[in-house]
């Protein structure tokens, strides 16, 4: 849902942003509109710049209400009512705990709302990492949030009653009318006011959608309805189809169709709603109803029908004949594009010429026939199939011409070979064909051995050789010819032996893709899932620091080790790294380094602490001995806190460069505690070691 929001919104929030920075004339308010009922007023406002937004978020509006006329009648003073002050956006905990359910029907629209309201970042970050785009949402980041939360308050009643933009007026009186005005609280700078007359007089009710109709075209259906008509009343609005006959319907999608605007800004007449049918023949009902700024659903419209009906295709390459030995013309054609369960019956049309008269030859045949013989051929035969469906459609094939003088085909040619250079071109020859009648040949073409050939040659070509171009940015690593000669009554040979050519490897493995990280004690630990490329043979994890532009390898696995984490122990707190997992073939092609995960371990100014910490009363030798080792070489001094018996415990000494100290301030029979900290060479300290006791 929030990438379709993106997608939708993008371009519009930009120009917005950029349009009211640039209008010397723009001035900051509120709008405010009104849906009056017979017993209540549906008061919905919005302001028009973010700071506003910002701002009144926090402080709030202040809701007035003035009644002006009463039976008629304009009242000599105008009757004031404060109906609210302050009534600012709900708090973060609130959003927090509204968003549990993620069940609810306006959710995502909940999510979008929090996400500008309270979100730590708003970066609409382009999929292709477009600097100059990235750019453009960095700087405009709150014109963004605001845009998206004026957005989603549109679309739900809960989520702009939750941000402060609406009311509900239930203390009226069908005899009177009454001017309502909005502004923001404690603002100050002048800002305009919004304002809005209205009554229960006012009261209409919710028209139901105009003009809608449906098409079908093969299983693919299109619903067309007038949005301009009602643009004021609805911004958006839910399509749903009836499958049962109109008994019941179901939504086509969970999200509604919002209200579109042009590249002028102004409002299309029609809005449309593609959908795909289940069944042919069958037919579908469909019905729509507007959604208001208020959160109020309108009536449906009118129930309108579609029904998709079967297309039947047969073109030139779904025709094919043969002639027997006695003369005889076998027939034979495809018919892919629709199922046998549509098609009712075939026949077989003949005619002398491709204008002429045809005429059936076959009679009704089985819808699944797929071919027919003609066992009294004339001289020159074009011949038609005629397809007619279920539903009583007929389509017909293209004229196919079968000559029976010189009947004989070709010997197929011998000796095909090609290459494939790195341009994707394909240099392809053969033999000359013995035979006088030789006018030329038909090259064929195919990505998979089992799979039909497919002739690229418009015309037949008189040479023996051929140039090609294929793409070499795909995923199949091969590629398949065969050639036909052709004679000069057109009978073509059967197609030559396959040659197959191996495509110079220049496309990069697809790269992996990182599923989660952790922070943990030990350091950041990775997690992806493998390369889709079958010929990938290694994957590499690269890093860099966020200000950085030079990346450093950190491991790098082979595909047969199937190791798809890694624990990186080496990051530093509080410093941003970026990692990328890249994918490289046989062939030394390498994925383009465009998906970067960005982790930190958070700097919480603790270090490791010190290890092997002891304490020896040498009463011999008049000390107390501390020793000790540092848990890193950037350990720069040991502080040590002491307390006597009896006292508490304070700083006594610092120690540098050494692993040991000796206390020789001691006096016997008495009970010393230590403690001791390191302090490291960025300022950041151990905790403090476990309490030493010692009796000297």
């Known amino acids: ?93 609130w959003w927090e705990n509204a968003m549990q359910d993620s069940l609810a029907a306006d959710y995502d629209w909940l999510c979008v709302a929090a996400q500008a309201l309270y979100g730590k970042e708003f970066e609409m970050i382009d999929e292709k990492q477009n600097p100059m785009m990235q750019m453009v949402y960095k700087t405009r980041e709150q014109e963004n949030r605001f845009s998206f939360a004026m957005f989603a308050a549109d679309q739900s009643a809960r989520v702009s009653a939750a941000m402060g933009l609406n009311y509900t007026d239930t203390d009226i009186r069908e005899n009177e009318m009454y001017l309502y005005r909005v502004y923001p609280t404690h603002l100050t700078v002048e800002v305009d006011t919004g304002y809005v007359y209205t009554g229960a007089a006012d009261y209409q009710p919710l028209q139901k959608p105009l003009g809608l109709h ?83 659903a309108g009536p449906y419209s009118d129930v309108v029908s579609a029904m998709g009906k079967p297309q039947y295709q047969i073109g030139y390459e779904d025709l094919d004949q043969q002639i027997n030995d006695n003369g005889e013309v076998e027939i034979r054609w495809k018919l892919d594009s629709v199922g046998d369960q549509y098609v009712k019956n075939m026949q077989v049309l003949r005619a002398g010429s491709s204008t002429g008269n045809f005429k059936d030859i076959s009679g009704e045949l089985n819808g699944k026939a797929r071919s027919f013989v003609d066992m009294e051929p004339l001289s020159t035969n074009y011949y038609k199939i005629k397809a007619t469906g279920v539903n009583d459609d007929s389509f017909y094939s293209v004229p196919l011409l079968v000559q029976l003088q010189d009947s004989i085909p070709p010997v197929a040619p011998v000796n095909l070979q090609g290459r494939i250079d790195s341009t994707g071109l394909v240099h392809l020859s053969w033999d000359a064909g013995k035979e006088k009648d030789i006018n030329g040949y038909r090259v064929f073409r195919s990505n998979f051995m089992i799979d039909e050939f497919s002739q690229i040659t418009k015309v037949h070509t008189r040479d023996t050789f ?81 200000e950085s532009v030079v990346c450093a390898t950190i491991a ?95 700083f006594y000494r610092f120690i540098q460069n050494k692993s040991e100290f000796k206390d020789v301030d001691v006096e016997l029979n008495t009970h010393y505690q230590y403690r001791l900290q390191a302090v490291y060479k960025d300022g950041g300290k151990s905790p403090f070691t476990e309490l030493l006791q010692i009796h000297y």
């Open 214 to 296: 449906a098409k079908a075209d093969g299983k693919r259906a299109l619903i067309v309805w007038n949005q301009f008509l009602l643009s004021t009343t609805y911004n958006a609005y839910m399509v749903e189809r009836s499958d049962d006959g109109g008994n019941s319907f179901h939504s086509l999608s969970e999200s509604p169709m919002v209200l579109s605007y042009g590249d002028d800004g102004d409002i299309p007449m029609d809005m449309m709603k593609p959908d795909s049918l289940p069944e042919l023949l069958k037919e579908y009902q469909y019905r729509i109803y507007g959604r208001t700024a208020f959160g109020e």
């Open 556 to 650: 790098r696995f082979s595909s047969t080790d199937s190791i798809s984490s890694y624990l990186d122990k080496s990051p530093k707190k509080g410093i941003a790294y970026q990692y990328c997992i890249l994918a490289e073939d046989a062939g030394k092609n390498q994925s383009p380094a465009e998906k970067w995960l960005q982790a930190e371990i958070a700097d919480d100014g603790f270090r490791p602490e010190l290890k092997a910490v002891q304490a020896e009363a040498k009463i011999n030798e008049g000390h107390v001995l501390l020793t000790w080792k540092a848990a890193d070489k950037d350990v720069v001094q040991v502080n040590i806190y002491r307390a006597a018996e009896g006292k508490e415990l304070i």
């Open 1 to 93: 849902m929030k990438h379709l929001i993106a997608l939708f919104l993008l371009s519009l929030c930009i120009s917005n942003a950029f349009s009211q920075e640039n209008d010397a004339e723009f001035k900051r308010g509120v709008a405010i509109l009104a849906s009056p009922k017979k017993d209540k007023v549906l008061l919905r406002w919005a302001p028009n710049h973010h700071i506003l937004w910002k701002q009144a978020s926090t402080n709030g509006y202040t809701l007035e209400r003035f009644v002006l006329y009463r039976d008629g009648k304009q009242l000599p003073q105008p009757e004031y009512k404060l109906l609210q002050e302050g009534c600012k956006a709900n708090n973060e905990q």
């Open 466 to 546: 051929f140039v090609d171009s294929i793409d070499l940015y795909n995923l199949t690593p091969k590629i398949y010819y065969k050639v036909a000669a052709v004679d000069q009554r057109f009978n073509q040979s059967e197609l030559s032996e396959a040659l197959l050519l191996q495509k110079p490897d220049t496309i990069p493995p697809v790269p992996p893709i990182f599923s989660n990280y952790e922070i943990t004690d030990e350091g950041i630990n990775l997690s992806w899932v493998h390369s889709f490329s079958v010929d990938t043979k290694y994957e590499k994890l690269i890093r860099k620091s966020k």
